[in-house]
């Protein structure tokens, strides 16, 4: 995301020394230099069964004449064929039990994780300079809306992201002068936040209608 052409772009993704090149089934190419990746960001596939790698860009390109801070690849889990074994045939008649079932879906997110996770770590390897790529933590995460926008945010080791649903977010705490905390009130079921930049020119960033129980979290990964 976003597509090089029409809904979806499906190819492959290589890595090298200097970058990525992505290679459509229709021989679309999009290259990523190494130089312009300001963040590399992986999340694991957990309960939205789809496994992510995203990246925030320095500067925009253009893709599908659109310009754009932001590249994904991802992929939508689904059963391996290492994971049917001999239940294929029982899949395509629905006589999985729904125990089966979520023992499937396990085995598939492990198996995706593990192929992502071993692509990454090569990746990291090989690259020309030390990017790392930043893990999201699942269990700090929270609900939020962002212009409008309930969704998701996880925090990773140095930025706020929302990778899952389109405007992508992504907001590095090295640009935060301090987050203020608004309409905490026991008698609220929400608050907000509030984010000065240190670039006072840009204006502040608002998350609205934060859960009261995701407060707690919130404060230890800001600290």
Known sequence: KPALKGRKSV????????G???LSKNNELLEIGLWNIRNAIFQPCSDNMIVILHFFLKTPIEIA??????????????YTSEDLGDVRGRIKRGELNEEEEEKLESQARNHYNRVFL???????????IPLKFENTYSDLSFHGSILQNNVVLMP???????LIETPFFVLNLSDIEIAVFERVDLRIK????VFILKDFSKKVLVINNIPRVSLDKIKVWLK
């Open 156 to 162: 990773t080791a140095y930025c706020l992201v929302s």
């Open 65 to 78: 004449n659109k310009s754009t801070s932001h590249v994904q690849f991802y992929l939508e889990v689904g």
């Open 20 to 22: 990525l090149r992505f």
């Open 190 to 193: 929400n608050f907000d936040i």
């Open 118 to 128: 071993d692509f990454l770590t090569k990746t990291e390897i090989n690259w020309d």
């Open 11 to 18: 190819g492959t993704l290589t890595s090298y020394s200097n």
